[in-house]
């Protein structure tokens, strides 16, 4: 088993929600609710989930853009929090980058191309202008921008070209740990297999870890190793991306792979079955008692709406369904 | 999702002469007029004492409110006529633009400064210093200018500095206003997100990332407040706390030519045509320069 890069423990994050005048809190959003964990190095970890079950929150809390409600995030060991600004500084921004989901809004507009991928460099280096400018051209190269792309506006490329863009602004430090919060999920059709693809093959090339975040199970089944499931700020099912898809256990993900393959009517040959997903996830301020999916599950039963499930090893993989006993 | 090919499109298809070069040069005269324009009134308030054909400050009761050379029972020695001391109105509108513009861009870039800087630090960094940021622009929005200006102008007593204290000591509130929305709404947008996990520090952030996005309403309120800045100057000449006679403003030269519009219009009326062509070259170099700024309108 390769060595683990990082590591979610038990993470939590509550937003408050405030009203009136005097910002009364007088709620909270469970936005992340106890997850657990591990990216392996060199390897691709995906979270998937529908919209609003708390994966960009998870993106942000290792990112530092968002301080956790509770939990841990252990890096090489460590845990982030207790690292001192110093530490962070050097041993874990720069290590840890990320590519945005939308490139048409991840990029400063007022700045040319050689100055948003060269901006990491100008931050944490001492390196000249014209060295940043060299490593900048060096860097656009690998993702497959021409040089005379350096002097250019954001504007002036397409969105695939900009998630290009994104990519190299990501490479500039050597991170170990790319987070991909939907990387190719605004882009048209036709570019996300080149998008993904050169991320496979910077992935080998630097022995880069992805964390993947995605809501669609096709996406990810070609690039991650290893996949959790999310539903409502919590994970349902995780393990092997392989085997998932094989095998899978929880009722949430065998409706997420039957929705990612219905692609076309006449896909839904007579043979496979078709779970359809009806209704809204409930809201995270006020999730469902017992197993968080009851209310929206086929199979649920009396006991699903009581009891919390624990999370259990089944085969290879893991499951939190109390239909695995 | 389909926005792709369509964005590339128009950058590749960059227009060159041909169908729009009439619409071209049309473009390119709304901001070469006003240009120039604004270079020939500072050039003219630089060098006014070799311009000006007669001192702006000479009475001559014997030639009072003399009517402009072009008009019947004028005289070439006073191009624009004479005001109701006998003064020269052309020497006086080319001295009056050293003390208008002056003190327009002067109040200018102590407002605009002032509040950018308290602006961007405000929406930026948020908390406590917002907090008191803001009450003070309150404050300084709510209180009344005029009854400052004449305070200032009873403690300082009238002139030059006293007008732009006085105009700068509220003005910047407006500008820290606009400047702290938007830097809200760019606080909170991707690339600040990109920039702190590239290890951007606040300062760095403020200054590459807010300033460069906040330019366009910034560039619009400067070149709006050209004109509003003279207005306001004439504003407190006409109540007696501007600059003090006798030396020329545009805006004193008007409310003194105010009594007499009926026998002499032309004592108010070039002056106020300069404030005119300001106020207007104003709105149109602002445009200009905010497309000049902005590399998204760059090369149309
Ligand atoms: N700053 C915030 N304040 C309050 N609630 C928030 C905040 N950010 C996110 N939330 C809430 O937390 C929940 C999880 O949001 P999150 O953005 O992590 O979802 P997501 O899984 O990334 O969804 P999507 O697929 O739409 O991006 C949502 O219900 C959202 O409304
Ligand atoms: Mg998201």
Request: proline share 6%.
């Amino acid at each position: 088993m390769a060595e683990v890069l990082l590591e979610a423990r038990d993470i939590v994050k509550h937003y408050p929600v405030t009203r009136g005048l005097l910002q009364r809190t007088v709620g909270w959003v469970r936005a992340v609710d106890g997850v657990s964990f591990t990216v392996e190095q060199g390897k691709t970890f995906s979270l998937v989930g529908e919209s609003g079950a708390g994966k960009t929150t998870i993106a942000k809390a290792i990112l530092l853009l968002e301080r956790l409600t509770s939990g841990n995030i252990l890096f090489e060991g460590k845990d982030v929090y207790k690292f001192s600004a110093a530490q962070l500084k050097t041993g874990y921004r720069p290590k840890v980058q990320s590519v945005q989901q939308n490139p048409w809004s991840s990029m400063n507009p007022r700045m040319r191309v050689r100055d948003i991928v060269g901006e990491p460099l100008f931050v944490n280096t001492k390196q000249p202008k014209k060295e940043v400018y060299d490593n900048v051209s060096k860097l656009l190269d690998q993702v497959g921008i021409g040089a005379e792309g350096m002097t250019r506006y954001p504007h002036e490329f397409s969105g695939g070209q900009r998630q290009r863009i994104a990519v190299a602004r990501a490479l500039a430090l050597h991170p170990n740990l790319l987070v991909l919060d939907e990387p190719v999920s605004a882009l048209d059709v036709s570019i996300r297999a080149q998008i993904m693809n050169l991320l496979k093959d910077l992935q080998t090339q630097f022995n880069l870890s992805y964390i993947v975040i995605a809501h669609n199970l096709a996406t990810v089944r070609y690039m991650s190793h290893g996949v959790a499931i999310m539903y409502l700020g919590q994970l349902v099912e995780y393990g092997d991306t392989e085997e998932l898809f094989k095998n899978p256990l929880h009722p949430y993900t065998r409706a997420l792979i039957s929705a990612s393959q219905l692609t076309l009517p006449e896909d839904a040959k007579d043979g496979a079955k078709q779970i359809i997903l009806t209704g809204e996830m409930p809201s995270p301020l006020n999730p469902p008692p017992g197993c968080r999916f009851h209310t929206r599950c086929a199979e649920a039963g009396e006991l699903c709406s009581k009891e919390i499930p624990d999370m259990r090893q089944v085969g290879k993989n893991y499951v939190k369904c109390h239909h695995y006993k | 999702m389909t926005v792709a090919p369509n964005i590339e499109a128009k950058t590749t298809n960059k227009r060159k002469g041909g169908v729009s070069r009439w619409s071209r040069i049309m473009k390119n005269l709304t901001f070469i007029i006003p240009l120039s324009i604004f270079i020939i009134l500072i050039l003219t308030s630089i060098f006014a004492p070799f311009i000006a054909p007669h001192d702006p400050e000479a009475t001559s009761l014997t030639e009072r409110r003399l009517p402009p050379a072009f008009i019947e029972g004028g005289s070439t020695k006073y191009l624009l006529g004479t005001d109701s001391l006998g003064r020269d109105v052309l020497s006086r509108v080319i001295y009056g633009a050293r003390v208008s513009l002056s003190v327009s861009l002067m109040v200018i870039a102590i407002t605009a400064g002032i509040g950018t800087l308290m602006g961007i630090a405000s929406g930026y960094l948020g908390g406590r210093i917002d907090g008191f940021l803001m009450r003070v622009v309150d404050i300084a929005m709510s209180f009344p200018g005029l009854v400052l200006a004449m305070l200032l102008a009873v403690a300082l007593g009238p002139g030059f500095f006293t007008v732009v204290i006085a105009l700068s000591a509220l003005g910047w509130a407006g500008y820290a206003r606009l400047i702290r929305g938007e830097t809200l709404r760019i606080r909170n947008s991707d690339f600040v997100a990109q920039a702190r996990i590239s290890g951007a520090s606040s300062w760095r952030i403020m200054l590459r990332h807010i300033f460069p996005n906040v330019l366009n309403p910034l560039i619009i309120i400067m070149t709006l407040a050209v004109g509003m800045m003279i207005l306001a100057e004439s504003g407190m000449s006409y109540l007696g706390i501007g600059i003090p006679p006798p030396t020329p403003s545009w805006g004193s030269m008007v409310s003194d030519g105010r009594n007499d519009l009926d026998v002499a219009w032309w004592i108010s009326t070039f002056p106020g045509i300069c404030i005119g062509l300001v106020v207007l070259s104003g709105n149109f170099l602002g445009d200009w320069l905010r497309d000049k700024m902005d590399p998204r309108l760059r090369q149309l």
